[in-house]
């Protein structure tokens, strides 16, 4: 999709601030959701399921890298997430605020808040999505999708966006997407691939491609805060490389890319979304456990 130079000084590209809201939609709902049941095996017959967690989490977001004359030269923000076991469902509240800088221009403001939940029978999700920039409203997102196990299923955006979206077999919604993707690493396995709904955008649903492997780079910082907030030491981390894929626009090009290091407890130690000329790095700032569960 051609971008003209001068957009791209304003502010993101559209379809970068559709991808953005959509990887933090699908991120905030369900990337930093699970913990491992104990005694959960790294790899290989046996496995633990993974069991999910309820848990606050603040991340400092920061330009990773940037293409020179194209992409943004400075990016400054905050990611806060909560996420609650509703004994029947998982309810997730987020918000992102994101300062982006291109050249010396004053820096635009984006504001996105996202808040889900998800059955734990994988059959019925609720999206909610505002999009502000520079305290304007610039998108509004909600409704509802059901799956039908085994025969795909149906996703509804109302309001002035009122539309449907078939949803095909094999769909999952992001925390049945994330359980069965940490599920593959706990097996031992090296590729996941489902398609997934978020709601997040219009560009739902995605093909996605998970790549895990052995994250070689941790940061020693992050693991500090973590032991600190009494999370447990020395338990598997791995990192998932994903890609996804508009279904409705059937481009071989991903929409976004996600890298996200995640501990076996389910809290994501490093995050670096990218979008061709420039990638984001989220790092956490705090995280915390609060009650949930039945």
């Not at 790899?43 to 848990?55: D, F, V, Y």
């Not at 997102?141 to 795909?152: E, I, N």
């Not at 996703?155 to 999952?172: D, R, Y």
Request: aromatic share 10%; net charge positive.
């Amino acid at each position: 999709m051609p971008i003209q130079r001068s957009t791209r000084r304003r502010d993101l590209p559209a379809f970068r601030r559709r991808a953005f809201a959509a990887g933090a939609a699908m991120l905030l709902f369900a990337g930093l959701a699970t913990a491992v049941m104990p005694g959960a095996k790294a790899a290989g017959a046996g496995a633990a399921e993974p069991k999910l967690t309820s848990h606050r989490a603040a991340y400092e977001i920061t330009l990773n890298q940037s293409r020179e004359g194209v992409g943004p030269t400075a990016a400054r923000g905050l990611m806060v997430y909560e996420f609650t076991d509703a004994c029947e469902r998982w309810v997730a509240e987020s918000r992102i605020v994101l300062d982006v800088v291109y050249g010396e221009e004053t820096p635009v403001r984006t504001d996105w808040s996202f808040t889900s939940w998800e059955s734990k029978d994988g059959r019925d999700y609720g999206f909610s999505m505002t999009h502000k920039r520079n305290e304007r409203l610039e998108e509004d997102l909600k409704g509802t999708a059901r799956l039908d196990p085994g025969k795909g299923g149906e996703a509804a955006f109302a309001g002035n966006v009122a539309k449907q979206i078939p949803l095909p077999k094999g769909t999952l919604f992001p925390t049945a997407h994330l359980l069965a993707s940490l599920k593959a690493a706990l097996a031992g396995k090296k590729v996941f691939s489902r398609p997934m709904f978020d709601g997040g955008s219009l560009d739902n649903p995605y093909d996605t491609n998970v790549y895990i492997v052995s994250p070689k780079d941790r940061s020693d910082k992050t693991r500090a805060l973590l032991k600190k907030a009494g999370f447990a030491t020395g338990v598997p981390v791995w990192r998932h490389q994903s890609a996804f894929f508009s279904m409705k626009s059937g481009e071989s090009t991903p929409v976004f890319e996600l890298e996200v290091d995640y501990r076996a407890d389910g809290v994501a130690e490093r995050i670096i979304q990218s979008f061709g000329d420039f990638a984001i790095r989220m790092s956490p700032v705090k995280v915390e456990r609060i009650k949930g569960g039945c």
